[in-house]
């Protein structure tokens, strides 16, 4: 492997890393939500996206398709804009309407006003201008529209309505009191989710590239 492709799978290690830790700190701190975790999420596919059109812009040289590049990077855009409206009025305000608390901590969230989410959403940031300042080799495509970090915000998404429901008595009506234990029930299948598809998506792109 090249001294080019380890430094930038050690980026996005590294970066997995530090979110894997922010979010665990944020969930002990308890400043963290279902719609923190999910728009994240987002935020992390938003960062690819835009730094994949960067490279369709200024290193198309290193683009083996461009026509088909492209075409990947307005499809994600496309989806993901889609989903951030769903995030934020659902995630956002619907799921914990009645809880003040709540809402101000995704206000806070949404504003970049939450430490936590703020060095998490740096991290990626960090990650994304190593790689396309050390990405030099032919790139086959963008980050595919159903991408493993794709499909982690869908999982994510389902699972959010699950674990919320759940907790909030909708589906199954339980003396145990979750309000202790909501934040970690809620975040900690995400956290888990994201950093076994995130280890894929980096393996697999990594031995395509040696």
């Known amino acids: 492997m090249s001294t080019t492709l380890k430094t930038s799978r050690i980026a996005e290690i590294l970066s997995l890393i530090v979110f894997s830790i922010l979010t665990i700190l944020a969930i002990s701190k308890q400043q963290i939500s279902v719609f923190y975790i999910i728009y994240l999420l987002w935020i992390d596919e938003f960062l690819k996206t835009i730094f994949d059109f960067l490279?369709?812009?200024f290193k198309s040289n290193t683009i083996t398709d461009l026509s088909t590049y492209r075409k990947l990077v307005r499809s994600r855009f496309?989806?993901?804009?889609?989903?951030?409206?769903?995030?934020?009025?659902?995630?956002?305000?619907l799921l914990d309407w009645k809880s003040t608390d709540v809402i101000n901590g995704n206000f806070e969230v949404f504003l970049f006003k939450n430490v936590w989410f703020n060095f998490s959403v740096l991290s990626f940031f960090i990650r994304?201008?190593?790689?396309?300042?050390?990405?030099?080799?032919?790139?086959p495509n963008a980050h595919h529209v159903l991408s493993?970090?794709?499909?982690?915000?869908h999982l994510s998404i389902v699972f959010g309505v699950f674990i919320w429901s759940f907790i909030s008595g909708k589906i199954v009506e339980t003396d145990f009191d979750f309000s202790s234990y909501?934040?970690?029930l809620a975040i900690i299948p995400f956290l888990i989710i994201k950093f076994i598809f995130e280890i894929m998506e980096i393996n697999n792109r990594h031995r395509q590239n040696i």
Not at 78 to 93: A, D, S, T
Not at 148 to 153: A, Y
Request: charged share 15%; no cysteine.
């Open 148 to 153: 493993k970090g794709i499909i982690t915000s």
């Open 182 to 184: 909501g934040s970690a």
């Open 55 to 57: 490279k369709s812009r």
């Open 128 to 139: 994304e201008v190593i790689e396309y300042h050390y990405e030099s080799i032919p790139q």
């Open 78 to 93: 496309f989806m993901l804009g889609i989903y951030v409206i769903f995030i934020i009025v659902f995630f956002g305000f």
